[in-house]
Each structure stands twice: as structure tokens, then as C-alpha cells.
């Protein structure tokens, strides 16, 4: 390893969300970095640390709100008074279903008053994270140059903060495109169907899913994400090497995706092994009418589902249950393709997934993570036969 100053030093905003904790872990393991400073709205005595992550998360925190001018000029400030080499936004409002000024206010204007910030002072790369779901959905893989159509209200903004990145002078910009992103302490898109497979388990009943088992839910685990965001500053700041402006644009954007292909019917498939519960898909006529009746359907799942887990919950003793439920974004009950093609990042910066697809071990691993900090209503985890699937 390089002597400690040469390492480039590091500021990871939103550094106590999902994708943040797993950077600054990273970082702090492999010592790649000279300093790590986190800057985040919350506090990390209520971010639901594990303690894996406490040595990486609070050794030099900032609390602050990065969408205003003051703490943006403070936290891009070192010590020494020098500036970061490298910044990694993982901030901004990442629920979904938000109203569109909350999207404004601490997603859109968060980036573009920090940016500016960044350029102002020369810094070496700026991360973007962004959404794969920016593209016009479709069965086959999304490449970075396919059509924009942005199907949920986050990755409208995302999108929207890409583009008014790019107009900023003297942003060393590099822009990550992210499939869903899952792994130990996931409270998103898989954590949720984790728990709603536990109620169905709880209740004894078939879990059922709208659409089909073709339907794309590409996936990329946050481990690998982590890895992703230090090699893709890494790359750029040492040249950006084999990247094409003329053919591919002049700032870099990549898809962040496994190789998994990821969809319905794979798990389906993997969560009826785990729970022993029969898992199948609503026929045609079924997904027709919630189409056409999506709210509606939604409020009755979550309705039927909300009161059970609470039940778990208390037969438990849980009684600070953490932030997993089963609660179903009506945004993403569409039926919509998340496909996307990865083959850029790697054919360019020469990355390689160390986790290529979602497996029962990955799941297992998250739901390992939930008991650990009991947040998980116990059950027997032990393979068993598994229940035969509904055709």
C-alpha cells in the first residue's frame, strides 16, 4: 500500500444511508483512502448502525444538509484547508413515492448546490448515483444509450440531476445508473419482499405475484456497489482509460447491474425454498384488472399484510423493529421492466463483480442481518423440502 498521503482523501455524502455505510466501510478496511469524512442529515446513533459499521462511520462526521450553500462550502473544506479529491453523492432522498418537492428540495438541489461546490474547488471526480429506472422499460437489457423514460418519481429527479450535472463546468463527473440494490440491512425492493414472504409464511397461505415470472428485477448487491463507486473515481481520476468521448459522450455513464438477469420467476423460486411456502403468479385476467385498478389492489395487500407482521412483531417482543416491513411502494407494482446491460463499466474500467447473482445464500445473509439486530421475527431457517410451486 501506498505511504498515507498519496491515498486520495474522501467525502461521502449521505454516507449513513444503505450504499454510503458499505463505501465507508470499504474504504476504511482496505485503507484506500487518507481520510473519510461522512456528511449526513441524520445522526449516527439513529441511522440503525450494525457495529460493523461504527470504526468506518464515526471517525470524522459531519451532521449536516448538503442542499444549502454554507454546509456544503464547510464539508468539502479539510482541516488543512485543502478540498476532498474525491466525492461520492449517496445522499438526497431515496424513498419512494415522495412528493415532488421533497425530490426538489433534498435529492435535485442537494447535487446541484454541492457539484458546484466541487467544481469551484477542483475536485478530482464527483460520483453521481443514480436509477436504472431513468430508461423507457423493456424486456432487453437497457444499455447507457438506450431511450429515457423515466417510470417512478425518484429517477425522474435522478435523471433531471444528471442532466444539470453535466452543464456544470469543471465537474469531473462520473454517473452510476443502479439496478436494485440488496445485501445484509436492505430495507428496499428485496427487504420488503422478504418480509411479505414471512407474513405469507406466518399465515400459511400461497404468496402470489402480479404479472409474470419473465418480468425483469435486474439486481446488483451493495458490496459490489461499494467496490464499484472507489473504482470508477479510481478510474476517471487515472485517465479514463478506454473511454470514447467522440462515440460515448463526454461524461462517463455506466450501469451498475449483476449478470443475474434477475427476475420474478428467480425469486419466486429461491424465496419458496427458504420460507417452504407455495409461491405462483396471478393469471392474466387477475393482473389485467389490478392494472387497471393498481391503487386499490395495492392499499388491500398492504392491508392484509401490515396487521400480521405487527402480530410477528409482538409475538416477537420486537419493539424497536428497525426499518423492514412489508409495506408495498404502490410506485414500483408495475409492470415494468428493470433490465439493464452492465457490459460497458466492465468493458471499459475493467471491473468484476465479485457477487454475480442473487442466491439463497445472499438472502439468507439478509435475513441473518435482520435477526442480528433483531428486527426479525424468528423462524427456522433450516432448507426444507420445498412446497410445491402453483402453475
Request: glycine fraction near 6%.
Amino acid at each position: 500500500m501506498a505511504d498515507a498521503d498519496s491515498r486520495p482523501s474522501v467525502l461521502i455524502i449521505g454516507g449513513l444511508g444503505f450504499i454510503g455505510r458499505f463505501l465507508a466501510k470499504y474504504l476504511h478496511e482496505n485503507k484506500l483512502a487518507s481520510e473519510i469524512r461522512i456528511v449526513d442529515k441524520q445522526l449516527p446513533q439513529l441511522a440503525w448502525l450494525a457495529p460493523e459499521f461504527e470504526d468506518a462511520c464515526a471517525a470524522q462526521f459531519v451532521q449536516g444538509d448538503m442542499s444549502r450553500d454554507h454546509t456544503a462550502e464547510k464539508a468539502l473544506t479539510r482541516t488543512d484547508g485543502s478540498t476532498f479529491d474525491y466525492v461520492f453523492n449517496c445522499g438526497g432522498d431515496n424513498r419512494f413515492s415522495q412528493d415532488d418537492e421533497i425530490y426538489k428540495q433534498r435529492s435535485l438541489q442537494l447535487s446541484v448546490i454541492a457539484a458546484k461546490e466541487a467544481a469551484k474547488r477542483g475536485v478530482k471526480c464527483w460520483v453521481e448515483l443514480s436509477s436504472g429506472a431513468v430508461y423507457k422499460p423493456k424486456r432487453e437489457p437497457r444499455s447507457e444509450t438506450d431511450k429515457l423514460d423515466p417510470w417512478v418519481r425518484l429517477a425522474k429527479y435522478k435523471l433531471e440531476a444528471e442532466e444539470e450535472l453535466k452543464k456544470i463546468e469543471g465537474l469531473n463527473l462520473v454517473i452510476l445508473r443502479l439496478a436494485n440494490v440488496y445485501g445484509p440491512y436492505c430495507s428496499k425492493v428485496i427487504g420488503t419482499m422478504l418480509c411479505m414472504a414471512r407474513v405469507y409464511q406466518y399465515l400459511d397461505e400461497e404468496m402470489k405475484w402480479l404479472w409474470t415470472k419473465d418480468l425483469r428485477t435486474h439486481t446488483v448487491h451493495v458490496q459490489d456497489v461499494a467496490r464499484a463507486l472507489w473504482h470508477s473515481a479510481d478510474w476517471y481520476a487515472g485517465g479514463k482509460k478506454n473511454w470514447d468521448a467522440d462515440k460515448m459522450g463526454t461524461t462517463p455513464i455506466f450501469n451498475i447491474v449483476d449478470s443475474g438477469d434477475t427476475n420474478q420467476g428467480s425469486m419466486q423460486a429461491i424465496i419458496s425454498k427458504i420460507f417452504n411456502i407455495k409461491t405462483g403468479f396471478h393469471g392474466t385476467i387477475v393482473s389485467n384488472f389490478a392494472k387497471l385498478n393498481l391503487n386499490s389492489a395495492v392499499d388491500e395487500e398492504n392491508d392484509e399484510l401490515l396487521q400480521p407482521w405487527g402480530h410477528l412483531l409482538t409475538e416477537a417482543n420486537i419493539t424497536r423493529p428497525g426499518p423492514i416491513n412489508p409495506y408495498l411502494e404502490q410506485e414500483l407494482v408495475r409492470d415494468s421492466d428493470l433490465s439493464l446491460s452492465g457490459s460497458r463499466f466492465i468493458d471499459v474500467t475493467g471491473f468484476k463483480y465479485e457477487i454475480p447473482e442473487v442466491t439463497e445464500e445472499g438472502l439468507r445473509e439478509m435475513i441473518k442481518s435482520y435477526e442480528s439486530l433483531n428486527w426479525w421475527p424468528p423462524i427456522d431457517l433450516k432448507v426444507k423440502e420445498p412446497a410445491e410451486e402453483a402453475s
